[in-house]
Antibody, heavy 120, light 107 residues
Framework: EVQLLESGGGLVQPGGSLRLSCAAS????????MSWVRQAPGKGLEWVSA????????VYADSVKGRFTISRDNSKNTLSLQMNSLRADDTAVYYC?????????????WGQGTLVTVSS | EIVMTQSPATLSVSPGERATLSCRAS??????LAWYQQKPGQAPRLLIY???TRATGIPARFSGSGSGTEFTLSISSLQSEDFAVYYC?????????FGPGTEVDIK
C-alpha cells in the first residue's frame, strides 16, 4: 500500500524558512514522479512543484519559483521542499502527491498534509 | 497558464438523484483532465483521469466525459458518502492547474 507521510510544518515568521519532508513507503519510490500541492485554509488546490522520478528535473509554479526548492533522496525514500522567504500567502496545508512513472500528471496518491502558517 | 473554471460553485442534490458538474478550460487540454473528490479534513482522492477513465476502486456511478475545453463529471445516484467538494485539474501543460471546485451538498 502506498503511504506518504508529510512532516515539518509549523508556524514561521514572514521572511523565514521551513523544510518539509515526505516519507514514502509501500512502493518503489524511485519509479514514481513526486509533487507538492498546497491548499490555503478554506480555499482550493494549488500545484506547487514537481520532480522527476530520478530527480534530475524539477518544475515550479511561478508563485514559488526562486523561493522553494524541491528535492528527493531515492536511497531514503524521501521527498523534501525547502521553503525560503516565506510570505503570508504561503500559509496552507502542503500535500505530497505521487504517480507511477517519470513525472506526475495526475496526483494518484496523497499524504495527509502538513500545515504551514506564516505569521508574525 | 491554463485557467480552469467550474460550475456551479455549489450543487444541492437529494440522495439518490443524479449530479452533473461542469469544468471548462481556457484553452484546449485535449483529454488531459482529471477529477478529484475531497471531504472535509481529508486529502483529495483521484476519481477520473484521461477525462473519462475511472481510477482504481472508484464506483461505476462516477463517470466523466468531454474533451478540448468542456468536461463533465456525473454521479448517477448520489450516496451519502458522495457529498464533498469536487475539483477538476488539467495536466496538458505546466503549470498544472485546478478548478476552484464544486461543493455537492445535501438538498
Amino acid at each position: 500500500e502506498v503511504q506518504l507521510l508529510e512532516s515539518g510544518g509549523g508556524l514561521v515568521q514572514p521572511g523565514g524558512s521551513l523544510r518539509l519532508s515526505c516519507a514514502a513507503s509501500g512502493f518503489s519510490f524511485s519509479t514514481f514522479g513526486m509533487s507538492w500541492v498546497r491548499q490555503a485554509p478554506g480555499k482550493g488546490l494549488e500545484w506547487v512543484s514537481a520532480i522527476s522520478s530520478v530527480g534530475g528535473s524539477t518544475v515550479y509554479a511561478d508563485s514559488v519559483k526562486g523561493r522553494f526548492t524541491i528535492s528527493r533522496d531515492n536511497s531514503k525514500n524521501t521527498l523534501s521542499l525547502q521553503m525560503n522567504s516565506l510570505r503570508a500567502d504561503d500559509t496552507a496545508v502542503y500535500y505530497c502527491a505521487s504517480k507511477p512513472g517519470t513525472w506526475v500528471t495526475t496526483f494518484d496518491y496523497w499524504g495527509q498534509g502538513t500545515l504551514v502558517t506564516v505569521s508574525s | 497558464e491554463i485557467v480552469m473554471t467550474q460550475s456551479p460553485a455549489t450543487l444541492s442534490v437529494s440522495p439518490g438523484e443524479r449530479a452533473t458538474l461542469s469544468c471548462r478550460a481556457s484553452q484546449s487540454v485535449s483529454s488531459n483532465l482529471a477529477w478529484y473528490q475531497q471531504k472535509p479534513g481529508q486529502a483529495p482522492r483521484l476519481l477520473i483521469y484521461g477525462a473519462s477513465t475511472r481510477a482504481t476502486g472508484i464506483p461505476a456511478r462516477f463517470s466523466g466525459s468531454g474533451s478540448g475545453t468542456e468536461f463533465t463529471l456525473s454521479i448517477s445516484s448520489l450516496q451519502s458518502e458522495d457529498f464533498a467538494v469536487y475539483y477538476c485539474q488539467q495536466y496538458n501543460n505546466w503549470p498544472f492547474t485546478f478548478g476552484p471546485g464544486t461543493e455537492v451538498d445535501i438538498k
